[in-house]
């Protein structure tokens, strides 16, 4: 049975940082691309950053390129969101992917499993 759990989120101050993390088992993590996605009150789930499989690929969403980093360390399952420059609009419910594919996916119809999520307010 795949699981993922995610952590790190909190409330921040507008211009802070948090780092989420997100640690799969269950599935041979390594071979398979990773994703972050969000959701706020009343919205859809967005796409936020995607990795693949060897950590060499990777997708950010235009709202968030250059203030967020996704990482991944296949030798702990874990894939992390770095989130700098936190900006009141990322408030939101932070959920983890593990997709069936190998590389950054931006479409959450590519990923099988996903987080229970993590809640991320910030404050201005």
């Known amino acids: 049975q795949v699981q993922l759990v995610e952590s790190g989120g909190g409330l921040a101050q507008a211009g802070g940082s948090l780092r989420l993390s997100c640690e799969a088992s269950g599935r041979t993590f390594s071979r398979y691309a990773m994703g972050w996605f969000r959701q706020a009150p009343g919205k859809e789930r967005d796409v936020v950053a995607g990795?693949?499989?060897?950590?060499?690929?990777?997708y950010y969403a235009d709202s968030v390129r250059g203030r967020f980093t996704i990482s991944r360390d296949n030798s702990k399952n874990t894939v992390y969101l770095q989130m700098d420059s936190l900006k009141p609009e990322d408030t939101a419910v932070y959920y983890c992917?593990?997709?069936?594919?190998?590389?950054?996916?931006?479409?959450?119809?590519?990923?099988?499993?996903w987080g229970q999520g993590t809640q991320v307010t910030v404050s201005s």
């Open positions: 990795i693949g499989w060897r950590g060499a690929s990777t």
């Open positions: 992917a593990l997709s069936s594919g190998v590389t950054a996916n931006p479409r959450p119809t590519a990923y099988d499993y």
